[in-house]
C-alpha cells in the first residue's frame, strides 16, 4: 500500500499552509485519515500510551450494529410492497430487488447530502470533519416512510444536520439527535409524506390489493379512542385475505409489516443492541430503561382502562411503532442524552412513559418515541444538573460532619 | 484503626517489559540533575550555583523566591557542567557532573532514642536545610508542602500499581530502619494520624508490614488503587479549607538517614522497564541520574521513547536525559510515529485497550502482554462518549463534570465538584480510555493553577 501513501504524500503540499487549495485541507484530511490512521504521537508530557479505540471506530461499531436492521429494511421494504399489490407469491430475488430500488437511494441521498453539508462546515469553520455524521446518516434513511420523495430526505438531512448541529458547534455540541430532527422536520413539515397511507410502497401503476387500507399498529389503536373496537382483535384481523396475521404480536416482533424503513424489526434491533451492549457502544441502562418505562406506563394505563387503546396489553407497546429502534439507536445517542449514570435511568424511564403517553392521549401524532425521545433530549442537562447537584451536596455534607 | 478497601474501577494496562528481580550495581551515570519542572508551585526558581562551582551531596543548588526556606540541593556531589533553560529563560535542568567518590554535607545526626526528644521546629528545620522537605507534597493542589502548615493526615502509598511499575519490595529492601526513622519524624508533622496503605492482593514487605506509629489500611483493586489520591478519598477525604500531605516511602527513608546518619543520601534504586529495553532490571544509583549508561547497549530498537516514570503519568526524556526527583522508573517503549492503512477500523488483537469497539480484541487476552507505542491511535474531537471515565475513576467524583467546568474557568463549580481531590495522576487513566483524544491531564494542572493563582 505504500503507492497509495506515496500519492497522498504528494498531493498533500497542496493542501497545507501555502498550497494552492490551503482551503480545502480539512477535505483532504479527511480523506487521509480514513485510509491511514494517522502517524500523531502523543506530546512529551501526559499520558505516553493511547487506548486502541478512536472516534471512527466508535461510530463504525454503531453503522456495524444498523446492519441487521438495513438488510431487514431492504427485504421489508420489497415485501410489503409485493403483499400491498396482492403478489404474497414473489420470488425472494424479486423482493429484495424492489426493495433495494427504494432503500439504497433515500440512504445514498442521506449520505451525500448531509456530508456535503459537513465538509462545508469543516472548511469554513477550519477543523476537522467530524465522524458523528456516519451514523445520522445512516439513521435518518432507517427512519423514513419507503416511499418518501429524495428532494425530502435532502432537505431534512441538510435541515437537521444545520440546525440541529452545526449551529450548536458540531458533533458533541448538540442538543438534540440529529436523525430525529431530521424526520421531526419532515413530520411538522411535510405531514402528507410522512403519515398516513405511506408506510408501503405501492408504486406507479399498481394497485393495492383488496382490504388494504394503509394502516398501521399505530393507526388501528389511536382508531380505536373512537370506535371502542378491542384493539387486539383489530389487529388480528387485519390483513385477512392478503397478509394473514400480519399484525399478530409474533409477526410484530419479527417486523414483517410496514413502517419506517428499518424500524420495524424489534428481532434485528434487539441484535443490534446486542452489538451495542457488547461493544460499549450503546448504553444498556438507557435501553433497558425506555422498555421498562413503556412497559411500566402500559400497565398503568391497563389498569386505568379508560379507552380501547387504553386497554392494548402492555407489551404491545415494545413491539408497535418504532419503540424498539428508537430506545435502542436513537435513545443512545451518549450526546444528546442524559450524561451521568444516575441520569441515563431517569432518561430512559421518562422516554418510555413519554412515548405510551403521545400515543394514546394524542393520536394526531400516533408514533410516540419520536417527540418523546426529542423532548427528553431537551430536559437530559435538566437531569443532569440535578444529578450533578446531589454529588456537590454529598461532598459539601462531608465536610461538616 | 485501620481500613481494609477494596476497589472495583479501573484498569491494569498490561504491558510487555516488567524489570526481573535482579538489582545491579552498575557503572554510575557520569551526570545528575535537579529539575525544577518536577515540582509544581515553583514560580520563581533562585540558583545558588553558577556552571563551574563545585558542590557536596546536600549543597543547596535553588530555591524558590515564593518558598525560600525549601531548599532543593544536590544529589552527588561535583561539579556543575550545565544550566538548561527553555523559553523565556525558563529553568529547565542543573546538571552536576558527579565525583567519583562522593562527599557529603554534614548535619546534625540523631540516635533513635534521640529522635524522640525532637521537637516539631527541629525537624521542620533540618527538614528544609537538608533537602529532603520537596518529598512532601500538599493536597490540594499537589505542590511542595508549606513548612507552617499543619496538615490534618499525611498519607504514604506502599505500591505502586502503574503499568509496569517497579516492586517496592525490592526498591526499599533493607531500608528498614531508615523508613522508621523517617515516620517517627513525619509523626511531629499532623495532629492527625499517618496511614500507610499497602496492597492487600500481594505479600507486603517487611519495611511496610513491621512500621510502627502509623496506620495501616489495605487497599485492593485495579490501577489506580495504589495512587495516594484515591486512597485519600476513600479514608480521609480533603474537604474544602483542609491540607493533607502525601509522600512516598523513598522521601521517607531520605528523610530517615538524614536524621540518623546526618547526610543527604539521595541512593535510590529504579527500574529500567519496557518492551524496548534488552534486560529490564533494577538499578541502584541516585535521584536525577542521566539514563545514558542504563540504555546503552540495552536496547532492542532504534526507534524508541525514553520515558522517565510510567507510561501513563511519565515524561518523554532523550537517551541522555535524567531521571526525575519523583520517578524510580524508567520506561522504554517504541515511538508510534507510522501510518497504517485502515487502522481505525482494522481488528486488532496487539493494540491493547479498555474499550471493546468492533475489532477491539485485547479484552479477550488480558493477560497478554502487548507491545504500546507511543502512537496517538486517532486525533482530538469534542467529547462525545459518556460513562467510561466513570468506570476507570474509583472515586465518587464526576469526572466529564469536572473537565468541563475547568475548560469553562467556573471556579465555583470546579470547587463543587471536587477539584481538591485530584491531581493529574488520579485522572490519567481517563486521559488513556478517552475516545476524544483529550489531554486530561494538562486540564486537571490547568484547574489547579486556576484554583491557585487567581
Known amino acids: ?401 | 484503626m485501620s481500613k481494609s478497601i477494596r476497589l472495583k474501577k479501573g484498569f491494569d494496562i498490561s504491558i510487555a517489559g516488567k524489570a526481573n528481580s535482579t538489582v545491579v550495581e552498575a557503572d554510575q551515570p557520569e551526570t545528575f540533575a535537579i529539575k525544577p519542572t518536577n515540582f509544581h508551585g515553583i514560580l520563581r526558581p533562585k540558583l545558588t550555583v553558577a556552571v563551574g562551582d563545585n558542590v557536596k551531596a546536600g549543597t543547596p543548588i535553588l530555591f524558590d523566591k515564593k518558598n525560600e526556606r525549601v531548599k532543593h540541593v544536590a544529589p552527588v556531589s561535583g561539579e556543575i557542567v550545565d544550566i538548561k533553560r527553555g523559553e523565556k529563560r525558563k529553568l529547565l535542568e542543573v546538571v552536576i557532573l558527579a565525583d567519583k567518590q562522593i562527599e557529603y554535607e554534614k548535619f546534625k545526626s540523631h540516635s533513635v532514642s534521640e529522635l524522640a526528644s525532637l521537637s516539631k521546629e527541629q525537624v521542620i528545620e533540618q527538614m528544609l536545610e537538608g533537602g529532603v522537605w520537596p518529598h512532601l507534597i500538599q493536597r490540594p493542589y499537589g505542590i511542595i508542602a508549606e513548612a507552617d502548615a499543619s496538615p490534618k493526615a499525611i498519607f504514604i502509598s506502599a505500591f505502586d500499581s502503574h503499568p509496569l511499575a517497579p516492586d517496592y519490595n525490592l526498591l526499599y529492601k533493607g531500608q528498614d530502619q531508615y523508613f522508621q526513622a523517617g515516620l517517627d519524624v513525619l509523626k511531629k508533622l499532623t495532629p492527625g494520624t499517618l496511614h500507610l496503605n499497602v496492597n492487600a492482593k500481594s505479600e507486603v514487605a517487611p519495611i511496610f508490614e513491621h512500621a510502627k506509629n502509623v496506620q495501616i489500611n489495605k487497599f485492593s483493586g485495579p490501577h489506580p488503587a495504589g495512587n495516594v489520591g484515591i486512597q485519600i478519598h476513600h479514608l480521609d477525604p480533603i474537604n474544602k479549607g483542609e491540607l493533607v500531605w502525601t509522600i512516598q516511602p523513598q522521601g521517607v527513608i531520605q528523610i530517615g538517614k538524614l536524621f540518623l546518619e546526618g547526610k543527604h543520601d539521595a541512593s535510590k534504586t529504579i527500574a529500567l522497564t519496557g518492551s524496548e529495553v534488552k534486560t529490564p532490571q533494577y538499578y541502584k544509583t541516585y535521584t536525577g541520574a542521566s539514563i545514558k549508561k542504563f540504555v546503552a547497549n540495552n536496547l532492542n530498537s532504534d526507534h524508541v521513547r525514553f520515558i522517565t516514570g510510567n507510561v501513563l503519568t511519565g515524561e518523554k526524556i532523550d537517551a541522555d536525559g535524567h531521571i526525575g526527583f519523583f520517578d524510580n522508573q524508567v520506561t522504554v517503549i517504541p515511538e508510534g510515529d507510522y501510518y497504517e492503512l485502515f487502522g481505525w477500523i482494522k481488528p486488532t488483537t496487539d493494540k491493547i485497550s479498555f474499550q471493546r469497539a468492533f475489532g477491539l480484541l485485547s479484552f479477550l487476552n488480558p493477560n497478554k502482554e502487548f507491545v504500546a507505542d507511543t502512537n496517538n491511535r486517532g486525533q482530538e474531537r469534542a467529547f462525545v462518549q459518556t460513562g467510561v471515565f466513570e468506570q476507570v475513576l474509583p472515586m465518587d467524583v464526576l469526572p466529564t463534570h469536572l473537565i468541563k467546568s475547568i475548560l469553562a474557568q467556573d471556579f465555583d463549580e470546579m470547587e463543587a465538584l471536587g477539584i481538591y481531590e485530584v491531581v493529574e495522576e488520579d485522572l490519567a487513566l481517563c486521559e488513556f480510555v478517552d475516545v476524544s483524544k483529550h489531554d486530561i491531564q494538562d486540564i486537571i494542572r490547568e484547574g489547579l493553577d486556576l484554583m491557585q493563582y487567581s
Open chain 1, 1 to 401: 500500500m505504500k503507492f497509495l501513501r506515496d500519492a497522498l504524500d504528494s498531493v498533500k503540499p497542496h493542501f497545507e499552509k501555502g498550497g494552492k487549495w490551503e482551503k480545502f485541507y480539512y477535505i483532504y484530511e479527511a480523506h487521509d485519515t480514513l485510509l491511514f490512521a494517522p502517524k500523531e504521537t502523543t506530546k512529551a508530557t501526559g499520558v505516553q500510551i493511547r487506548d486502541a479505540i478512536d472516534m471512527k471506530r466508535l461510530m463504525m461499531t454503531v453503522i456495524i450494529s444498523l446492519i441487521p436492521c438495513l438488510l431487514f429494511a431492504i427485504y421489508n421494504t420489497g415485501l410489503q410492497h409485493y403483499w400491498a399489490i396482492g403478489q404474497p407469491d414473489a420470488g425472494v430475488m424479486d423482493i429484495i430487488l424492489v426493495g433495494l430500488i427504494q432503500v439504497i437511494p433515500i440512504v445514498a441521498v442521506s449520505y451525500i447530502s448531509g456530508l456535503t453539508v459537513e465538509f462545508i462546515f469543516a472548511t469554513i469553520r477550519k477543523h476537522e470533519v467530524n465522524e458523528g455524521f456516519l451514523v445520522s446518516g445512516m439513521l435518518v434513511p432507517l427512519v423514513m416512510p419507503p416511499d418518501i420523495p429524495l428532494w425530502q430526505v435532502a432537505l431534512a438531512t441538510v435541515f437537521a444536520v444545520i440546525i440541529a448541529k452545526e449551529a450548536f458547534g458540531g458533533t458533541g455540541m448538540n442538543i438534540l439527535n440529529v436523525a430525529l430532527t431530521a424526520r421531526a422536520f419532515l413530520y411538522f413539515a411535510y405531514p402528507g409524506d410522512i403519515s398516513g397511507d405511506v408506510w408501503s410502497y405501492i408504486g406507479s401503476g399498481n394497485q393495492a390489493v383488496a382490504g388494504f387500507t394503509g394502516a398501521t399498529p399505530l393507526s388501528i389503536g389511536a382508531e380505536a379512542i373512537t370506535n371502542g373496537e378491542n384493539v387486539v382483535a383489530s389487529l388480528n384481523a387485519y390483513g385477512a385475505g392478503w397478509a394473514d396475521g400480519i399484525f399478530s404480536f409474533s409477526n410484530l416482533f419479527m417486523g414483517f409489516y410496514p413502517g419506517s424503513i428499518g424500524a420495524t424489526s424489534v428481532l434485528m434491533c434487539l441484535i443490534g443492541a446486542a452489538i451495542l451492549i457488547a461493544t460499549g457502544a450503546g448504553n444498556w441502562k438507557i435501553i433497558l430503561s425506555v422498555f421498562l418505562g413503556a412497559w411500566g406506563m402500559g400497565l398503568v394505563f391497563n389498569a386505568i382502562g379508560a379507552n380501547a387503546f387504553m386497554e392494548l396489553p402492555a407489551h404491545y407497546h415494545l413491539v408497535i411503532g418504532g419503540m424498539a429502534f428508537g430506545a435502542i439507536y436513537m435513545a443512545t445517542d451518549p450526546v444528546s442524552a442524559s450524561q451521568t449514570e444516575t441520569g441515563k435511568w431517569i432518561y430512559g424511564i421518562l422516554i418510555g412513559v413519554l412515548t405510551v403517553l403521545i400515543r394514546v392521549f394524542n393520536p394526531a401524532y400516533p408514533e410516540g418515541i419520536m417527540l418523546a425521545i426529542l423532548f427528553m433530549n431537551v430536559f437530559a442537562p435538566l437531569i443532569d444538573y440535578y444529578v450533578v447537584n446531589a454529588n456537590k451536596k454529598w461532598r459539601l455534607q462531608r465536610a461538616t460532619v
